[in-house]
């Protein structure tokens, strides 16, 4: 699994439409709209380093509104919230 951390900025007035449509789009897991120096932070799990490349430089790069991006990639996940989700369902 890989993971992303996108880092966003909209058009003006756009925040709320580029929001919902990231939220549709496959490979990504999470949208948060900010305050700061970006607008939204979007979260990407996808299988390989290749699905994450055609999302972010293909899909995203695609969409109306999104006027600027800066792509983290995750090396290593320490998520409390993962581990909990492993220990509810058993594991």
């Known amino acids: ?3 992303a951390i996108v880092l966003l900025n909209a058009a003006r ?3 709320n439409d580029v929001a919902e449509t990231l939220a549709g789009l496959d490979g990504v897991s999470e949208v948060y709209s900010v305050g ?4 939204l932070v979007v979260i990407i799990r996808v299988a390989s380093n290749e699905a994450l490349a055609e999302l ?11 006027e600027e991006t800066e792509t983290l990639i ?8 993962d581990l909990e989700s492993m220990f509810s369902i058993g594991l």
């Open 36 to 39: 700061g120096r970006y607008d």
């Open 56 to 66: 972010v430089t293909e899909r995203l790069q695609a969409l109306d509104g999104i």
């Open 74 to 81: 995750a090396f290593r996940a320490q998520s409390r919230h």
């Open 1 to 3: 699994m890989v993971t």
């Open 13 to 15: 007035g756009r925040v």
